[in-house]
């Protein structure tokens, strides 16, 4: 394949919404990282913390990203993709003020009421939602709106674009560090993640869902769960020894048997017999054992399994 005809396959292979979802990518991880990289001189130089409750709280800051992650792909999956990555900048910009404001006059009567240690851990812990919200959709984005023959051109992009934003925000960090001070930095990176809120509002569309894929209801981690289990119902011999085992159980019960749960002789014929209802239920668990063997599907709400 020629330059020209790669050139041309990257130029039409991606819709809008990749480049808007990697753009505001690299100004989320400036926001990041910069806020990171000054967050302990803040901390222990301008809050007064000791260097032990500074490596607690820088760790927190970090660790639970990683943390929240399921969380935020389960709210992006219900969402959809434009509002939650809209939501994500907004809880960013809000949270990266806050920590730039935690020794403002006008948080005084808070810092007053509960004590410090706790207040900046929960100011903290709000950066780390909106990432993990972010990242779910730009990777989510980033797969449906690529055509086939650039989606792994895609993801290289994509990291591309984290590694931009990555090495750049300390940099800028320190530049507003020296020249405003630290609480600066995390107003410089509120600033940039709220500007990425409305170019996500004004630009960014939500990315068609493949029309092959099934409809996604819960977040992958519960499906692929899910899918596990019914796997091992459906090869295990045992399971399915024990579903039959409990049916010929209720069909012998002394209850069923003189309460009419599965048959009643009398009423001019309209009852099944016991044995009759019994086959039935036999029948129709057979049934559905074996669609499940097969793989496949049935709607059993009209299935006579009593």
Not at 245 to 254: C, G, I, K, T, Y
Request: hydrophobic share 45%; with cysteine; aromatic share 12%.
């Amino acid at each position: 394949m020629s330059f020209s005809q790669r050139f041309q396959d990257v130029r039409t292979g991606f819709e809008r919404p990749f480049w808007v979802a990697n753009i505001s990518e690299i100004f989320e991880r400036i926001s990041y990282y910069g806020a990171f990289a000054s967050l302990a001189v803040y901390l222990q130089e301008t809050l007064n913390f000791s260097t032990q409750q500074t490596g607690t709280l820088t760790g927190l800051f970090g660790g639970m990203v990683w943390f929240l992650a399921i969380f935020g792909g389960a709210i992006a999956d219900r969402l959809g993709f434009r509002r939650a990555l809209s939501l994500a900048y907004l809880i960013l910009a809000a949270a990266y003020f806050l920590i730039g404001s935690i020794g403002s006059p006008w948080l005084a009567p808070v810092r007053n009421t509960v004590p410090l240690i706790i207040f900046v851990g929960f100011v903290l812990m709000l950066p780390a939602l909106g990432i993990s919200m972010v990242k779910p959709c730009v990777v989510g984005t980033t797969a449906r709106a690529s055509k086939d023959n650039v989606r792994s051109l895609g993801y290289s992009i994509y990291y591309t674009m984290v590694n931009i934003g990555s090495a750049s925000g300390p940099y800028i960090a320190s530049w507003a560090h020296r020249h405003f001070g630290v609480e600066t930095v995390f107003r410089v990176a509120a600033a940039s993640v709220f500007l990425m809120f409305f170019g996500v509002l004004i630009f960014f569309r939500e990315p068609a869902r493949d029309p092959s894929a099934p409809a996604i209801h819960h977040s992958a981690g519960l499906c692929a769960w899910r899918d596990r289990r019914q796997r091992r119902r459906r090869d295990d011999p045992d399971y399915r020894r024990s579903v039959g085992d409990r049916v010929n159980a209720a069909a012998q019960s002394p209850h069923t048997k003189h309460s009419g749960v599965l048959g009643n002789h009398s009423g001019n014929g309209h009852h099944l017999s016991r044995l009759g209802r019994a086959r039935r239920a036999s029948a129709s668990l057979d049934l559905l054992l074996g669609d499940f063997r097969s793989g496949h599907r049935r709607n059993y709400s009209s299935a006579p399994l009593l």
